[in-house]
């Protein structure tokens, strides 16, 4: 794991912004990419940096960590958040890539979303959240199927229910997660920096950002 620790919040948005911007520039000197980004209001400022960077958007494939099981017209539903801090200005070129489908669980359309997600994997740039309780996406601590999430033969998506999740929720699985070329996890404030070093002393289970930090650069301000 990298720590990269910043003067203040916004300097933090900035950088972790402008990090974001030239690993996908760097890919699409390749190819087309696939950007992966968690709900929330914390990175709503790297979203709205994000939105005006001067790439080829029409080339870059968009889908969220997870998703609560809700249609757009909640105000809990990360994808309307989504649309309006990140796919607008010369990001609205862009491709959303669904977490969610018209139907009553999230079981019903499990298939269908990862057929419309694994032609774009693995993810080129992945941005995480992580919870108080070591939660990332939606791989909550507890949750009813989190060992199978965390297993190296998961599906690309599953639905998982726990009680800190409130609605059922639509995850990557952590293979996915784990698979992505840059990984960046932003986090904010002490507790969420205690919470960090306390992930390295509990298994997977316990504290499922465990699986990516290996990996990862970890973005953190006051």
Same mark, same amino acid.
């Given at each position: ?5 910043? &003067? ?14 030239? !690993? *996908? ?5 390749? $190819?087309?990419?696939?950007?992966? %980004? ?23 494939? @968009?889908? *969220?960590?997870? =998703?609560?099981? @809700? ?26 890539? &669904? ?6 669980? &999230? !079981? ?17 740039? *992945?941005?995480?959240?992580? $919870? ?10 507890? #949750? ?5 999430? *965390?297993?190296?033969?998961?599906? @690309? @998506? ?7 999740? $409130? ?12 698979? #992505?070329?840059?990984?960046? %996890?932003?986090?904010? $404030? ?6 960090? =070093? ?13 699986? %990516? ?10």
């Amino acid at each position: 794991m990298i720590l990269k620790t910043y &003067p203040d919040r916004a300097a933090l948005m900035a950088g972790l912004s402008a990090l974001m911007a030239q !690993e *996908l520039a760097a890919a699409l000197r390749h $190819g087309p990419a696939t950007l992966s %980004v968690p709900g929330g209001t914390t990175p709503g400022p790297v979203f709205d940096a994000l939105s005006n960077a001067d790439l080829d958007w029409a080339r870059v494939f @968009v889908l *969220l960590n997870d =998703e609560r099981w @809700v249609g757009e017209d909640s105000p809990r539903s990360n994808t309307r958040l989504l649309r309006d801090r990140l796919l607008r200005a010369k990001a609205a070129a862009a491709t959303l890539l &669904p977490l969610y489908a018209s139907a009553p669980q &999230p !079981e019903d359309a499990l298939d269908r979303l990862a057929q419309g997600i694994a032609p774009y994997l693995p993810i080129t740039v *992945l941005l995480l959240g992580m $919870g108080r309780d070591m939660h990332t996406a939606s791989l909550f601590p507890g #949750a009813d199927h989190l060992i199978q999430a *965390l297993s190296p033969d998961a599906p @690309v @998506v599953m639905a998982l229910r726990a009680d800190a999740a $409130g609605e059922p929720r639509i995850t990557l699985s952590a293979r996915v997660l784990q698979a #992505a070329k840059h990984i960046h %996890v932003l986090i904010t $404030g002490p507790e969420k920096r205690q919470a960090l =070093e306390r992930a390295f002393t509990l298994p997977p289970e316990l504290a499922p950002i465990r699986t %990516v930090l290996a990996q990862a650069t970890v973005h953190w301000a006051e």
